[in-house]
């Protein structure tokens, strides 16, 4: 199973993008999802995550109250709204499923993490 995470591109600081987050055929109404980014030269960082049974978020210091994340079941899909970006959140972005329905916090590290996607680039300008 592999997830399929896009949306990214290129955007000027203080601008909004919006990462999707989806796989055919499998569905992810049950799983807790979560959201990594990974910069050049740095270690990969788990920035939110969205539980599956109530819905509660988790969001890392760094993104918290521009990054919002959201599911819609309908659609088998999880959003990354993210709003007044700035250069040091380039990165590609990577979305998870967790073994678990439930959250375990913002995501730390691998642990946990089940099924990855292909990353986004998000590039985002001075």
């Known amino acids: 199973v592999q997830l399929r995470a896009f949306g990214g591109g290129l955007v000027q600081a203080g601008g909004s993008l919006r990462l999707s987050c989806t796989v055919p055929?499998?569905?992810?109404?049950?799983?807790?999802i979560n959201w990594f980014r990974q910069a050049t030269g740095k270690e990969r960082e788990g920035i939110s995550c969205i539980s599956s049974n109530d819905g509660s978020t988790y969001y890392a210091d760094s993104v918290k109250g521009r990054f919002t994340i959201s599911r819609d079941n309908a659609k088998n899909t999880v959003y990354l709204q993210m709003n007044s970006l700035k250069p040091e959140d380039t990165a590609v972005y990577y979305c998870?499923?967790?073994?678990?329905?439930?959250?375990?916090?913002?995501?730390?590290?691998?642990?946990?993490?089940?099924?990855w996607g292909k990353g986004t680039l998000v590039t985002v300008s001075s």
């Open positions: 055929g499998f569905n992810l109404d049950y799983y807790a």
């Open positions: 998870a499923t967790d073994t678990l329905s439930n959250c375990r916090g913002v995501p730390q590290g691998d642990y946990g993490m089940e099924f």
